[in-house]
């Protein structure tokens, strides 16, 4: 089989390696669909600071099961199957609690560990999630990102009568925003990419605000007569876009703020930006217990996944993928991977 590991920032290879067996309790899953997430942009570039190389990226995975282990009953060779990003233990205090995702020694796949970029790989039975034989792999690719998008709009708790404010119309904006209208609110998506905000209106936005031509904070005062807004959700994630949004006015007293990147650099936050408003800031990271809901939203047709790629490569010419990382094209949304024959 193929498989493309990064060996270093902006380096990678195509190997040819023996196909593996899968253990007793595990799973060989043939690859169909991998999205192409911003911290795979990451992992490439050498931007990560936690990066280990070498590494085969890729999170958002789905496939087929090829073959089974002797104890595996959940799944059988022939299954379509979405691949769980997390690697947790089974037994620490947070697993227990159903927060599998922040387990004390909770792995990434495509980060911590090898990921999805190979036409084969192994995984235990408890990290796959059936699909309907029906759904075509290269829109299964979607559900980890919509799988985040309902996790962290439940870790803010977001309710119908909420007024939100989505900072970044990217993948993960637009699914955010997706999410929240499902939920019934309002939505305010702020961008400086004038075809993201394009489409964050067709997938429902109510209110729209490029931010590098318009005054985000005088917006956000306009929309909500001065009130401002009860969620936040920053997905730019950009040096300091976490000061942006506790700017006053931009956030309710009360409201609850969530700020979804990894950005290392310092912020100009205080304790009394947070306090004298009692505002809640709320830690997201990838998800759990989403899977199963996210493929029942997809079954029913809940997203609307038409814009959401705007490029198809097929593994045969990763290439392209590494070039659209080092140069991405005009009005570049989101890449996916397609393995094979996708029948």
Not at 40 to 63: M, Q, S, T
Not at 76 to 81: F, I, P, R, T, W
Not at 182 to 198: F, R
Not at 208 to 223: G, M
Request: proline share 6%.
């Amino acid at each position: 089989m193929k498989e493309v590991v990064i060996t270093a920032p902006r380096q990678y290879e195509m190997r040819d390696v023996p196909a593996p067996k899968p253990g007793s309790d595990e799973v060989l899953i043939q690859m169909k669909a991998a999205g192409v997430c911003g911290s795979d942009f990451h992992l490439f570039l050498g931007e990560n600071p936690n990066a280990v190389y070498p590494r085969i990226p890729g999170h958002e995975n789905a496939g087929l099961v090829v073959e089974v282990g002797q104890n595996v009953t959940s799944v059988k060779a022939g299954d379509h199957v979405v691949v769980d990003l997390v690697v947790s233990c089974g037994h620490c205090p947070q697993w227990l609690k159903g927060r599998r995702n922040i387990c004390q020694t909770v792995k990434a796949r495509g980060a911590a560990i090898d990921g999805g970029w190979r036409e084969y790989f192994t995984v235990p039975e408890n990290e796959v999630f059936l699909l309907p034989p029906d759904m075509p792999f290269r829109d299964a690719a979607l559900i980890e990102p919509f799988a985040i998008g309902g996790h962290c709009t439940a870790r803010a708790q977001v309710t119908k009568e909420d007024l939100v404010l989505v900072l970044g119309s990217g993948t993960i904006g637009t699914v955010i925003l997706q999410t929240c209208k499902q939920l019934g609110c309002k939505v305010i998506c702020a961008d400086i990419n004038d075809s993201s905000l394009e489409r964050a209106q067709r997938y429902g936005a109510d209110f729209v605000i490029n931010t590098k031509k318009e005054d985000l904070l005088n917006r956000v005062q306009e929309i909500t007569e001065r009130a401002g807004v009860d969620v936040v959700f920053d997905s730019a994630c950009y040096p300091g876009s976490l000061t942006t949004v506790l700017q006053q006015g931009i956030p309710a007293n009360g409201a609850r703020i969530v700020p979804m990147g990894f950005c290392t650099e310092a912020e100009a936050i205080t304790q009394a930006m947070i306090n004298v408003r009692e505002l809640s800031i709320i830690g997201s990271r990838m998800s759990s217990g989403q899977f199963e809901p996210t493929i029942v939203k997809f079954q029913h047709k809940e997203f609307e996944l038409k814009g959401m790629v705007s490029h198809y490569i097929p593994f045969d010419h990763i290439d392209q993928v590494f070039e659209h990382m080092q140069h991405p094209v005009k009005d570049m949304k989101k890449m996916v991977i397609l393995f094979g024959d996708q029948t």
